[in-house]
């Protein structure tokens, strides 16, 4: 059973908008809570990097490179996470992971975003 699961990539061209949404159904509550969320990417040949953070007190924390561009925020009670990105650009290309970061931490499979110039 995936325990994060991502969904809403796709094909996108600059200037455009995607969401991105981490349903998290095999985490019981009590982890959900007390975790830490976060949304990572890796585009091809690169190493895995934060785009945003958000901590079990609510408290967000973004890339420079996302700042005023994508907005994280989760939802408690349907233990989820959203990333909404607006003026997306091509290097925003690259699959995107949620990661569950507590005592254990719990990793999505990733979901590809591709923008086009």
């Known amino acids: 059973q995936q325990r994060v699961v991502e969904s809403g990539g796709g094909l996108v061209q600059a200037g455009g908008s995607l969401t991105l949404s981490c349903k998290t159904n095999?985490?019981?509550?009590?982890?959900?809570?007390?975790?830490?969320l976060g949304w990572y990417r890796q585009a091809p040949g690169k190493q895995r990097d934060l785009v945003a953070e958000?901590?079990?007190?609510?408290?967000?924390n973004y890339a420079e490179s996302v700042k005023g561009r994508f907005t994280m925020s989760r939802d408690n009670a349907k233990r989820t996470t959203t990333l909404q990105m607006n003026s997306l650009q091509p290097e925003d290309t690259a699959v995107y992971y949620c990661?569950?970061?507590?005592?254990?931490?719990?990793w999505g499979r990733g979901t590809q975003v591709t923008v086009s110039s």
């Open positions: 990661a569950v970061r507590g005592n254990t931490d719990y």
């Open positions: 095999g985490i019981i509550a009590s982890v959900f809570w007390s975790s830490d």
């Open positions: 958000i901590t079990s007190s609510g408290i967000v």
